[in-house]
């Protein structure tokens, strides 16, 4: 029975040390990805927070109430724009967005639209029989422009075409490396105030446009709303990696644990085992006296 015993905890450690290997190669590739994720994301924060200065600046006087993208259309619909990960292994990090989104979704879901980005996402809200007007998977670690275009265009299609009112991002916030939190973005009609970015000097008066700035309002807007749907899909990826990381940490630590309870079970029913063996070859011994 004991022999028995050992070899149910022999392929136990050999199972835990396998999955231990697979946990900790993970959370390394995972803390790589993550380094490339905040240098990429932090370069993004300067540009994005340039840009809407630029945009404060030309909104400071110009005249938003003909232009479509500041000014909501006729629907009561809303669409909301999950952004999940393509991969698992990474905590809570997709159920978080899921309930978030849920959390609008069910308010009103007769006058709910849903966009996916990541197969997680789709996995999840078929669970819930919540249908998409579109999905999008294989989003690259690094988010470029070309992905962010591609789905402003479908939101902007749906919005110009008076099917929806309102666009809604719901993201992940990076706050820190163990801090993220699931958030809603509204990106269109865009709200005036939100871009608004304090100046420390009046540069107003030295900057003069040409075209007129109402003409440049309209350009620019497109600009600035595919700059917002990049900057939150690098809050997205780079909060996915810093959650893959730390549950990969956390599956590593528990793997530990239950090793040393293993192996200290092992080491004593084999003792149990040896010195029940001895108490019978001297009670062999005696006998035979």
């Known amino acids: 029975m004991a022999g028995a ?34 240098e990429s994301l932090s ?4 540009y994005y927070n340039s840009f809407r200065e630029v945009m404060n600046t030309v909104l400071s006087d110009s005249e938003v109430d003909k232009n479509i993208y500041f000014t909501r259309n006729d629907s009561n619909k809303k669409l909301y724009i999950a952004l999940t990960s393509d991969t698992g ?5 997709n159920g978080n967005v899921v309930s978030k989104t849920l959390e609008y979704v069910l308010k009103d879901k007769e006058n709910s639209l849903l966009i996916i980005v990541g197969q997680k996402g789709r996995v999840y809200f078929r669970r819930f029989n919540i249908e998409s007007v579109a999905e999008y998977v294989e989003i690259p670690d690094l988010p470029t422009i070309k ?38 973005k509204k990106l269109l009609p865009i709200d005036k105030d939100s871009i608004g970015v304090s100046h420390e000097n009046d540069e107003n008066a030295l900057i003069e446009f040409e075209p007129e700035k109402g003409k440049i309002l309209g350009n620019i807007s497109e600009l600035y709303l595919k700059q917002t749907i990049l900057n939150l899909m690098l809050n997205s990826k780079t909060s996915e990696q810093s959650s893959r990381m730390t549950a990969m940490d956390g599956a590593t630590k528990n793997a530990n ?27 062999g011994a005696e006998a035979q006296r």
């Not at 450690?13 to 994720?37: D, E, H, M, Q």
């Not at 299609?157 to 993220?180: C, D, H, M, P, W």
């Open 89 to 93: 292994l990474c905590g809570g990090f």
């Open 147 to 184: 992905e962010a275009k591609t789905i402003l265009d479908k939101a902007l299609e749906l919005y110009s075409r008076g099917e929806v009112g309102e666009v809604n991002v719901i993201y992940t916030e990076f706050v820190s490396a163990v801090k993220q939190e699931a958030k809603l």
């Open 43 to 46: 370069l993004n924060n300067d």
């Open 257 to 283: 644990d239950l090793l040393d309870k293993l192996n200290l079970k092992y080491n004593r029913i084999r003792q149990s085992t040896i010195t029940q063996e001895i108490s019978e070859i001297v009670g």
């Open 5 to 38: 015993g050992l070899i149910a905890i022999k392929r136990r450690i050999k199972s835990i040390n396998n999955t231990k290997k697979i946990t900790k190669a993970i959370g390394l590739v995972a803390t790589s990805k993550l380094r490339k994720a905040r």
